[in-house]
């Protein structure tokens, strides 16, 4: 079992910026890509970017592309997402995920393991 604590949401005002944190405990996730997603209320969860286990190649939702940065220290066991130039609707729970795949997917049905969320506010 692979368990995933996420930590750095909050409140920020429209422009700013955040950085997420994934730590990883329990079986070492080793080969495995790893995702962020997050959920807005009344709506689905939904992709935002994902990277190979060795952090060479990573994918980015249309929505945050230029604006966020996964990026991963596999010594640390951590996956951290920068966010910035936070927008309103940037607002929601933000998750982590780990596949076992070798390669980042997009579908939320491929993660084995998934973070509880943490908040993420943006007001305007």
């Known amino acids: 079992q692979v368990q995933l604590v996420e930590s750095g949401g909050g409140l920020v005002q429209a422009g700013g910026s955040l950085r997420l944190s994934c730590a990883a405990s329990?079986?070492?996730?080793?080969?495995?890509?790893m995702g962020w997603f997050r959920q807005a209320p009344g709506k689905e969860r939904e992709f935002i970017t994902s990277?190979?286990?060795?952090?060479?190649?990573?994918y980015y939702a249309d929505s945050v592309k230029g604006r966020f940065t996964i990026s991963r220290d596999n010594a640390k066991n951590m996956v951290y997402l920068q966010m910035n130039r936070l927008k309103p609707e940037d607002t929601a729970v933000y998750y982590c995920?780990?596949?076992?795949?070798?390669?980042?997917?997009?579908?939320?049905?491929?993660?084995?393991?998934w973070g509880q969320g943490t908040q993420v506010t943006v007001s305007s």
């Open positions: 990277i190979t286990w060795a952090g060479g190649t990573s």
């Open positions: 995920a780990a596949t076992s795949r070798g390669t980042p997917t997009t579908r939320m049905r491929d993660y084995d393991y």
């Open positions: 329990g079986r070492t996730p080793s080969g495995y890509a």
